[in-house]
């Protein structure tokens, strides 16, 4: 059985009563320093925590390990009669999703900033399919890679099935070598989430406004899945960062940081205003 992952909460603002609760999960091979921009541009508006996803890195992933993880989240984060705002980036983002699913009482809001969501992926749709199978072939192709040692080339086939061809190979040598290190955790991470399936009808009951984030340079699959998004869940806004990639909350804060912000504070505000409808708040 795979080991449920630990949930350490290493980043957190202090929080008071008035402060919007806000939880960020962030992506595959990285931690919560990812949100440490976000958290100071927020300063004191935000109850803010950004917990550390440190799963088994020997993690055979599948869909089974996908909901261990949701759940193990959900049991830290959620609190009875009272909404967190979500935020999540790539894997984080997908784990947010399944949490606002699961969970539809407690969630006000969701941020999704690029979200590796292949699980909602037809493998019957014209375009869905062979986007899907591309991101079997990097898994095959990672398998192999590990199985003959070569973590770097795991973690390329990874890179740049995510990012778009090219970006291992613009990768300074110094983050190759730390980013070889998260292979096998890469590996995981996408099994559990191709491994699993959300369905329209389960994106459907995503009823919070949403804030859907996405690079304008970003591979042709996650634009795809974004587009799939947009169609499922009933209240999203997206904003496209251009010249950004999957990363636009660390290449761009300067834009990113302020959008989300002033997005959890509308959100709140009008949550609790029952002229405003949902799309509007979103």
């Excluded at 080991?3 to 091979?29: C, E, K, Q, Y």
């Excluded at 869905?128 to 040692?149: C, E, H």
């Amino acid at each position: 059985m795979n080991m449920i992952p630990r949930i350490d909460f290493a980043v957190a603002a202090a929080a008071t009563s008035s402060n919007l609760p806000v939880v960020a999960l962030h992506g595959t091979a990285m931690n919560a320093a990812t949100w440490t921009g976000l958290r100071e541009h927020a300063g004191s508006r935000l109850s803010f925590s950004a917990p550390t996803l440190a799963g088994s890195m020997a993690g055979t992933g599948g869909a089974r390990e996908l909901e261990e993880t949701t759940d193990a989240v959900a049991r830290e984060i959620l609190q009875p009669g009272k909404a967190l705002h979500l935020v999540g980036h790539d894997f984080g983002a997908v784990v947010v999703m399944k949490i606002a699913a699961a969970h539809p009482g407690h969630v006000a809001s969701l941020t999704l900033v690029e979200p590796t969501a292949f699980n909602v992926l037809s493998p019957t749709d014209e375009t869905s399919g062979p986007i899907r199978r591309d991101v079997m072939r990097t898994m095959a192709q990672m398998r192999a890679s590990l199985a003959n040692g070569d973590t770097h080339g795991a973690m390329e086939c990874y890179i740049d099935c995510i990012n778009g061809q090219g970006t291992w190979g613009r990768t300074a040598p110094v983050h190759r070598q730390d980013l070889s290190g998260l292979a096998s955790r890469a590996l995981s991470d996408l099994h559990s989430v191709t491994a699993d399936r959300m369905t329209p009808a389960e994106l459907a009951t995503i009823v919070c406004p949403v804030l859907l984030i996405r690079g304008g340079r970003t591979s042709r699959a996650l634009q795809h899945l974004a587009l799939e998004i947009r169609r499922s869940v009933p209240f999203v806004r997206e904003e496209v960062i251009e010249g950004a990639g999957h990363f636009p909350h660390l290449t761009d804060p300067h834009l990113v940081d302020p959008m989300i912000v002033e997005f959890l504070v509308r959100v709140d505000r009008q949550w609790q205003d029952s002229t405003v409808t949902l799309r509007q708040a979103a």
